[in-house]
């Protein structure tokens, strides 16, 4: 699966972004989107799988962040809401092609994702 991220960008402290993401290739299990601060780990923000859209976030990110997806443009979105200085990393989206069992579980595992985009910064000035 191809992956191609798009929407990050430079907004003050307390505004909002939405990224994208476009798949192409094979068909989705589920996609998610991680993000990633220089010197840090990887860390997981939401999931959303592509038959029943049941959807994951990453407790922080509760209630200012939304996944979504367009199944016709093949397509998952994040919009980001109430952003904040500690939001600013670079975000990667990710496929998976495979079904699982516990989904809920291995969303928020790098390991689960089969494919990766190129990621886009997002920067918070405060």
């Known amino acids: 699966v191809q992956l191609q991220a798009s929407g990050g960008g430079l907004v003050q402290a307390g505004g909002s972004l939405r990224l994208s993401c476009a798949a192409s290739?094979?068909?989705?299990?589920?996609m998610g989107w991680f993000r990633q601060v220089p010197g840090e780990e990887r860390e997981f923000v939401s999931s959303?799988?592509?038959?029943?859209?049941?959807?994951n976030y990453a407790d922080s990110m509760k209630g200012r962040f939304t996944i979504s997806r367009d199944k016709s443009k093949n397509t998952v979105y994040l919009q980001m809401n109430s952003l904040e200085p500690e939001d600013m990393a670079v975000y990667y989206c990710a496929a998976r092609t495979l079904y699982s069992t516990d989904w809920g579980t291995q969303s928020k595992l790098i390991r689960a994702y089969e494919s990766w985009g190129q990621g886009t910064q997002v920067t918070v000035s405060s």
């Open positions: 959303i799988t592509w038959g029943r859209s049941s959807i």
């Open positions: 290739g094979r068909a989705l299990y589920a």
